[in-house]
């Protein structure tokens, strides 16, 4: 049973820095991607970022490019998303995610899911 299991996360002051992890097990992750999810209160999940297990292409999405970095260490089966410069509007809830996607910005496709982890940033 594939399960992802999520950590990090929290309160900082806009400008400052949180690093998530998501620690993978159940099954060989080798030709998947994962990715990075997050809801803000009152909208819809959105894609962050994402990361192919093998080859380690990374992936961001517009608002977060230059901020934030998706890496992972396959000895711990754990994919990180370091979050820095950090600013109000990323608050939200933020989901990692795997499974064998073709398009990594869309929901559909990443069979598995975190349990997801609170991000506040304050202004």
């Known amino acids: 049973q594939v399960q992802l299991v999520q950590s990090g996360g929290g309160l900082v002051q806009a400008g400052g820095s949180l690093r998530l992890s998501c620690a993978a097990s159940?099954?060989?992750?080798?030709?998947?991607?994962m990715g990075w999810f997050r809801q803000p209160p009152g909208k819809e999940r959105e894609f962050v970022a994402a990361i192919r297990w093998s080859g380690g292409s990374t992936y961001y999405a517009d608002s977060v490019k230059g901020r934030f970095t998706i890496s992972r260490d396959n000895a711990k089966n754990t994919v990180y998303l370091q979050m820095n410069s950090l600013k109000p509007e990323d608050t939200a809830i933020y989901y990692c995610?795997?499974?064998?996607?073709?398009?990594?910005?869309?929901?559909?496709?990443?069979?598995?899911w975190g349990q997801g982890t609170q991000v506040t940033v304050s202004s």
């Open positions: 995610a795997a499974g064998i996607v073709a398009r990594v910005t869309g929901l559909t496709g990443y069979a598995h």
């Open positions: 159940g099954r060989s992750f080798s030709g998947a991607t």
